[in-house]
């Protein structure tokens, strides 16, 4: 019994080849269907040229487990989730490596109402039959059927804007060769449909797994340039630029600048508020002032979560929480059954903007001007946990204020910081924010501080 090394706390990725292959494949739709024993389920699969035969592999071990599938084609991760809450099925598996290198591919699995499966909710038993590879006998073998899910998926995301109340705009569109290309042409059809005044500027458009422009993971510095040159060559009011599977989008603003996700948690919390005051928003606790001050601004209610989607769904559905953001751009949404979705952020900014009127480096350049952040710092490091207690006896004497929701938060007033190990790579990450108006200091004084203290 071979130990497969593909299966991660989340999900499932490798190398492909070694790691993870169509027998590899096979076998976890197998055991999948096998414990869940669900009736129906849905299949996708991102632009990768190796995602369509690994796909293909794992429908072949659910129908052998006696699993009927309802075959979605190439698809982001969001119409999986999509499909697993809104059809009669009882589950479903993206095949995505999202921003991974060429070489790699991997599985996104979640169960009736697309319930994520992770290392603590099932992963690790669909792995322990997958690896043992002795199967039951089913005695009727399930049917697969193609089925078109873009009409319903972009209807549900219509759901999320007024159309009456958007502005005319010029949005740049970057789907970075992945698979959001779709998904766009088919909005843009709608918004012709609605008369939404909204023109769509698309490069790196269409779909191929070649990645002629790169891995599609627009958080690398170097993937950044293409969008921004084109916001300011059309001189559009926003960038969108979207990861391998666009369950991540993430946003440049008229000026053709990057925002860190931290500000979008703070724009799409007040989208939500601007509609419902009183509405729960669910944080994660690397960064928070700016979050804190949008959500009592507009009536709401901030609640801290661990980083990491598992437990952010899970302290959503327990405060039935309206959205949940993280600053590493995962947005998470009640009416999209608490999962992660890259196409409603950015309808949510066009309805912000729309309605007040404002700019988004305006409305991002507030924010950023009362907070502002280090954006997160990694470091490779010998021992996390070591660093953590030498960074925590360090500043033990300045008394701060101590949170260990997720790593640890130290707050000493006028700023804080966050340091934690990675919950996917052996890093340190560290994110810092001060608050202005009590601190001239400026913010590279901290990171210099830090990063002495944790290389030192």
Request: proline content about 4%; charged content about 25%.
């Amino acid at each position: 019994m071979k130990k497969l090394s593909c299966f991660k706390a989340y999900d499932i990725r490798g190398k492909l080849g070694t790691e993870l292959n169509e027998d590899i494949a096979y076998r976890i739709g197998r055991a999948y269907g096998q414990i869940y024993q669900p009736k129906n389920v849905v299949v996708g699969c991102d632009v990768r040229l190796s995602s369509e035969d690994l796909k293909q592999a794992t429908i072949r071990g659910l129908n052998d487990a006696g699993v009927n599938v309802l075959d979605l084609g190439m698809t982001g991760t969001e119409e999986v989730y999509f499909g697993a809450f809104h059809l009669d099925v009882q589950g479903g598996i993206e095949i995505t490596a999202s921003h991974n290198p060429m070489d790699y591919n991997g599985m996104k699995l979640v169960r009736e109402n697309a319930r994520p499966i992770s290392a603590d909710t099932g992963l690790k038993d669909i792995q322990a039959l997958a690896e043992n590879n002795e199967f039951a006998e089913v005695t009727s073998k399930g049917t697969t059927k193609k089925y078109n899910i873009l009409p319903e998926f972009v209807d549900h995301l219509m759901s999320y804007i007024d159309p009456a109340k958007i502005r005319p705009m010029k949005l740049v569109v970057n789907a970075g060769n992945g698979a959001a290309g779709h998904v766009i042409d088919a909005i843009e059809i709608k918004f012709k449909e609605l008369n939404i005044p909204v023109e769509f500027i698309k490069i790196h458009h269409e779909a191929d797994g070649n990645f002629p422009n790169g891995i599609p993971n627009p958080i690398l510095i170097e993937n950044r340039a293409s969008t921004r040159d084109a916001v300011i060559k059309h001189s559009a009011d926003m960038g969108i630029a979207w990861d391998g599977d666009f369950d991540r989008c993430f946003l440049f603003d008229e000026k053709g600048q990057f925002i860190e996700g931290y500000y979008i948690v703070g724009l799409l919390a007040q989208a939500f508020l601007l509609k419902q005051a009183g509405e729960k928003i669910v944080h994660d606790p690397r960064l928070v002032w700016n979050t804190f001050d949008v959500v009592e601004q507009y009536q709401g209610t901030a609640i801290q979560s661990k980083s990491g989607h598992a437990f952010i769904k899970d302290v959503m559905r327990e405060h039935n929480a309206a959205y949940g953001g993280e600053m590493s751009a995962h947005h998470y949404f009640r009416d999209f059954a608490y999962c992660d979705s890259g196409m409603i952020p950015w309808l949510l900014a066009i309805a912000v903007l729309s309605e007040t009127g404002k700019s988004l480096s305006s409305l991002v350049e507030e924010m950023i001007a009362k907070f502002p952040c280090s954006g997160e710092i990694n470091f490779k490091v010998a021992d996390t946990q070591a660093t953590i207690q030498k960074i925590f006896d360090h500043y033990a004497d300045q008394q701060p204020e101590i949170d260990q929701t997720d790593g640890v938060s130290l707050n000493f007033g006028a700023w804080r910081f966050n340091v934690r190990a990675s919950n996917t790579e052996p890093l340190l990450r560290l994110n810092i924010e001060s608050r202005r108006d009590q601190n001239p200091r400026p913010m590279q004084s901290y990171v210099d501080e830090l990063t002495q203290l944790i290389q030192g």
